[in-house]
Nanobody, 124 residues
Framework: QVQLVESGGGLVQAGDSLRLSCAAS????????MGWFRQAPGKEREFVST????????LYADSVKGRFTISRDTTKNTVYLQMNSLKPEDTAVYYC?????????????????WGQGTQVTVSS
């Protein structure tokens, strides 16, 4: 089992930046890829970004490409999502997820472990 706790959300203005963190605990000795997803009110949860176990491979949704950066510190069992040039449409609850594989994945169903989510609100 892997437990995930997100932090770093908040209320910002359009154009501002935020950095989300996701701390993992539990069976962190196993290799696992991580992902960030988000869910806006009335919408389905959607993929944002993913990173493989070593941090050498990353993928992004088109909507955040060039603005968001995912990274990880395996020594701290923590994954980050740096979000720059935030837009009102980025407003959502952001969830961290882990999968029992070293390789990236875009599908929600590929992730077995989820955090509780952190709210990001971007005002115009």
């Amino acid at each position: 089992q892997v437990q995930l706790v997100e932090s770093g959300g908040g209320l910002v203005q359009a154009g501002d930046s935020l950095r989300l963190s996701c701390a993992a605990s539990g069976r962190t000795s196993s290799a696992y890829a991580m992902g960030w997803f988000r869910q806006a009110p009335g919408k389905e949860r959607e993929f944002v970004s993913t990173i493989n176990w070593s941090g050498s491979s990353t993928l992004y949704a088109d909507s955040v490409k060039g603005r968001f950066t995912i990274s990880r510190d395996t020594t701290k069992n923590t994954v980050y999502l740096q979000m720059n040039s935030l837009k009102p449409e980025d407003t959502a609850v952001y969830y961290c997820a882990a999968r029992s594989s070293a390789f990236t994945a875009l599908n929600i169903n590929d992730y077995a472990y989820w955090g509780q989510g952190t709210q990001v609100t971007v005002s115009s």
